[in-house]
């Protein structure tokens, strides 16, 4: 006999200390800006949906006593936060990609408080970040993020906390990956950078008492505006498109 719970709350309970992880990470939904009640009733909206899968992956739960139940509490948790952060690492390649093109620009002082996370931010990457949640809503893919949680039952289910080997790796994956799409997105400033900076070495040498800094920076700055206005739809292009592959190898597309 369960002491804690009746055997339908347990196992929602189970239910929503997964998916309400997830929620509380998702892209989009999981925003600081979303109000919080909002996200719990998502959750325990998603969470009612998903209860009449999960209930027979349990393998009944009146027999659950404190210390397994606990135990299942604890690994769902721990599942819901390492694939939610997962997702977070990646979506953090338009932060990453907004600081780097900030240091290119001469605008790593211009800093704005972050909407989505909070704390303060380069206002290229809050821009960028803006802009991508807003693209993955606008391209379905939370639609997609949603199924990842109901497919995720299939491929990690509930039967206890999740080996840390594999759970360290995913996340490693995921760094590496958010990484790897920052440098591609702001590929176009990286080399704007180096060739700008490699040309005022030149005229600072051929035009000594010319006073290139006060030049620099004003052009570096419109010239970055101008590669950024004509290369933001392909920027976000990338982003949108690597999200999507993978968000589709958690529903296994």
Known sequence: MNLLLPGIASAYLLVFARVGTLIMLMPGVGEQTVSPRL??????????????????????????????????????????????????????????????????????????????????????????????????????????????????????????????????MLALRAVARGFTLAVQISGPFIAFGILFNLGLGVLSRLMPQLQVFFLAVPASVLIGMLILAGSLGVMMGVFIDDMGRYLGEFVGR
């Not at 990646?90 to 093109?101: E, Y």
């Open 39 to 168: 996200r719990l009733s998502f959750a325990l909206l998603v969470s009612l949906v998903l209860y009449p899968m999960v209930r027979p992956l349990l393998g009944g739960t009146e027999g659950i006593g404190g210390p397994r139940l606990i135990g299942l509490l604890f690994g769902e948790t721990i599942i819901g936060l390492v694939i939610g952060l997962s997702v977070r690492m990646v979506l953090a390649a338009l932060q990453t990609a907004g600081l780097i093109i900030s240091q290119q620009l001469g605008l790593a002082y211009a800093m704005t408080v972050d909407p989505t996370q909070g704390g303060q931010s380069a206002a290229v990457g809050n821009f960028l970040s803006l802009l991508g949640i807003t693209l993955i809503f606008a391209a379905d893919l939370h639609h997609l993020a949603i199924e990842g949680i109901a497919r995720s039952y299939q491929v990690l289910p509930p039967d206890g906390v999740p080996g840390f080997g594999d759970a360290l």
